[in-house]
């Protein structure tokens, strides 16, 4: 069966500590990891990783992906009250145009 | 215990036709949460609903969409004469309440739409 697991499933820090957040998957024909921050309604695109080994980075945030071990980490460093937020990981896999399948999500809350 | 469910899983429809796509929350989930995502793009809030209230439409791309959540449980999304554009991943979403923080959404598996 078809999966995408997230841990943990949340997360209590204080402002400035680093956060990983993991997500392993089990699909057939994968073809990319997407990460997203969920705070309100609708869930704020992230991170796509299709390849193995390389960093992607956006300030504080950064993400890679492990192909061969099949997960990908979530990275967060110096948070603040603002990155508390449900963050969901989804893989896009399988043939002809794909399916895509989200993990339950890490809860994280970053106290002051 | 059961997730969210979606019906179909897959549908191929024609430019001009109407389709209609079901979504089975879970249990006791008063909101419930219509999304579309699009190769390669981010997910697209449609709609959403929260227990007996007028639902939040800010999210719908033109009046050929519409959805309905009857009894407060199962919602349907209503395209009108579908357009090649309109092929997706039509993603639904239910939560226990919309409190916040946000409560955690849980997914379905999606029913992915291709207009020929």
């Known amino acids: 069966e078809d999966k995408v697991v997230q841990s943990p499933l949340s997360l209590v820090v204080h402002e400035g500590d680093t956060v990983t957040l993991n997500c392993s998957y089990e699909?057939?024909?994968?073809?990319?990891l997407l990460w997203y921050k969920q705070e309100k309604k609708a869930p704020t695109f992230l991170f796509m990783l299709?390849?193995?080994?390389i960093e992607k980075k956006s300030g504080r945030l950064s993400s890679i992906l492990d192909k061969k071990e099949l997960f990908s980490i979530l990275n967060i460093t110096a948070t603040q009250t603002g990155d508390s937020a449900i963050y969901l990981c989804?893989?896009?896999?399988?043939?002809?145009?794909?399916?895509?399948?989200f993990g339950k999500g890490t809860k994280l809350s970053v106290k002051p | 215990g059961a997730g969210v469910s979606q019906s179909p899983s897959n549908k191929v429809t024609e430019k001009g036709k109407d389709v209609e796509l079901r979504c089975d929350p879970i249990?006791?989930?008063?909101?419930l949460y219509w999304y579309r995502q699009s190769l390669g793009q981010g997910l697209e809030f449609l709609i959403y609903f929260q227990g007996n209230s007028a639902p939040d439409k800010s999210g719908l791309p033109s009046d050929r969409f519409s959805a309905e959540r009857t009894g407060g449980s199962v919602s349907t999304l209503t395209i009108q004469r579908t357009q090649q554009e309109d092929s997706a991943v039509y993603l639904c979403?239910?939560?226990?309440?919309?409190?916040?923080?946000?409560?955690?959404?849980?997914f379905g598996p999606g029913t992915r739409l291709t207009v020929l």
């Open positions: 989804a893989v896009y896999y399988g043939g002809s145009q794909g399916n895509l399948i």
């Open positions: 249990s006791g989930h008063t909101a």
């Open positions: 979403a239910s939560s226990l309440s919309d409190s916040l923080p946000t409560d955690t959404q849980y």
């Open positions: 299709t390849s193995s080994g």
């Open positions: 699909v057939t024909n994968f073809r990319s």
